[in-house]
T-cell receptor
């Protein structure tokens, strides 16, 4: 079946602009996660959704970052007033139930470059 | 100290070699442990979960030592296609859904 998809695959923007990154999880997966990965680093947790609600947003670096999942499926990560330090690959993952032991399936990521 | 630590490598080994990676974690109450594989410019993919009793999947063996708080991954008979970064992942105690990732260990298998 279809895996996790993310759009766009690449996004180049200028400092100060607003961007939206989209994640379409595996159908039926109730849990959805956003991560950020910089070169040479492991993924860094940003936010986790269980259904429509953000169960844990403690990884969002500041109030410029916001994410929604209004219908419990597709999620959008929104970044306001982008900064050069926001440049990274933004990964989305989904899992069946969101328990600690279930497998997270990742999308291919969106490579964000802030000039 | 980082919550999850790995030797970043790189490990350069010839085909057919056996290679082992270790990972240490700081929170003794962590419950779930995984090894993910990530190819260059690709997303991470689950290689295997790590159970207390140890588990094996073909050429790959994972072990957990709770007393010493480390996880290991053993790859036997290395193939060229095993070249990748191997990420150690641990769930943060008290919050099953937040996984903490190591920086990854880079493996290059050479012909």
């Amino acid at each position: 079946g279809a895996g996790v998809s993310q759009t766009p695959s690449n996004k180049v923007t200028e400092k100060g602009k607003y961007v939206e990154l989209r994640c379409d999880p595996i159908s039926g997966h109730t849990a959805l996660y956003w991560y950020r990965q910089s070169l040479g680093q492991g993924p860094e947790f940003l936010i986790y959704f269980q259904g429509t609600g953000a169960a844990d947003d403690s990884g969002l670096p500041n109030d410029r970052f916001f994410a929604v999942r209004p219908e419990g499926s597709v999620s959008t990560l929104k970044i306001q007033r982008t900064e050069r330090g926001d440049s990274a690959v933004y990964l989305c993952a989904s899992s069946t139930a969101g328990t600690g032991g279930d497998t997270q399936y990742f999308g291919p990521g969106t490579r964000l470059t802030v000039l | 100290r980082k919550e999850v630590e790995q030797d970043p490598g790189p490990f350069n080994v010839p085909e057919g070699a056996t290679v082992a990676f270790n990972c240490t974690y700081s929170n003794s109450a962590s419950q779930s442990f995984f090894w993910y594989r990530q190819d260059c410019r690709k997303e991470p993919k689950l290689l295997m979960s790590v159970y207390s009793s140890g588990n094996e999947d073909g050429r790959f063996t994972a072990q957990l030592n709770r007393a010493s708080q480390y996880i290991s991954l053993l790859i036997r008979d290395s193939k060229l296609s095993d070249s990748a970064t191997y990420l150690c992942v641990v769930n943060r105690a008290g919050n099953n859904r937040k996984l903490i990732w190591g920086l990854g260990t880079s493996l290059a298998v050479n012909p």
